[in-house]
DNA sequence: AATCTATTTGGCCAAATAGCCAAGTAAAGG
DNA sequence: CCTTTACTTGGCTATTTGGCCAAATAGATT
């Protein structure tokens, strides 16, 4: 999975870089432009060190670039299209969001 | 995160929900139309009770519902538009894709 | 009812992921 | 050159996820 070279390994890298919930909000967050790593320790409230481990695995997936200035390195979304790849998420599922297909998890489900 | 109902959760329980082969595939396969479950084991080639437990997974993020007729259960998207979603994902990162940001891991890498 | 097929669930182990801490590197400033 | 600030990396645990097997459930068939 290190290189992913083909389509569908590059989807799951991208999906998987977005599913989680600090890396999510980092990606929120340089939609309004790029911001330091400790910018972002900040905003996530986790050790910087595992922030940068976040920020390096959205590199790998393509989702950001860094530039260093100084002693702070910058980081910025490469694409500019999440908000509407957020909505795109949102409009994967039309209808109910609280209970999707509630009895999913009741034992001898379908009837 | 059992219940996804605020908007961050539910995106995360979708973007996961996609972010792994076998299920990238089931979804893939059911673009074109329902598919039994052990439909869906032949396809992705795991023990049938792996695949379930990844179809269960879908259904709780609200991307797929379930339907039984008869002995079998039949799994079909929630949403018609998976495909410009995939459309929508590859655009994400809009150029070289073999290697991304290519010193990404690389030592000391900003420069 | 006994059996067969299709599926789900529970239990358990292995692999992947996420977190923290400590140590290392890099640029800036004294 | 020593220190400080900003990051990254390595190492270690803890949690989560994925997979298989065996057992349970559900409807169809005999």
Redesign the interface.
């Known amino acids: 999975m290190s290189?992913?070279?083909d389509?569908?390994?590059?989807?799951?890298a991208?999906?998987?870089a977005?599913?989680?919930?600090s890396r999510?909000?980092i990606a929120d967050a340089l939609q309004s432009g790029e911001r330091s790593v400790c910018d972002l320790t900040a905003l996530v409230g986790a050790d910087i060190s595992t922030v940068s481990k976040h920020l390096?695995l959205m590199?790998?997936?393509?989702?950001?670039?860094?530039?260093?200035r100084g002693l702070k390195?910058f980081y910025r979304l490469?694409?500019p299209?999440?908000l509407?790849?957020?909505e795109?998420?949102?409009?994967?599922?039309?209808?109910s969001?609280?209970?999707?297909?509630a009895d999913?998890?009741r034992p001898g489900?379908?009837?």
Chains 1, 2 share one sequence.
């Open positions: 290189n992913p070279t389509r569908p390994a590059r989807r799951i991208l999906l998987k977005l599913a989680h919930p999510l909000a390096r590199r790998a997936a393509g989702l950001l670039t860094a530039e260093k390195v490469k694409c299209c999440l509407s790849f957020f795109c998420v949102d409009g994967l599922v039309p209808d969001p609280a209970k999707p297909d999913a998890r489900f379908p009837r």
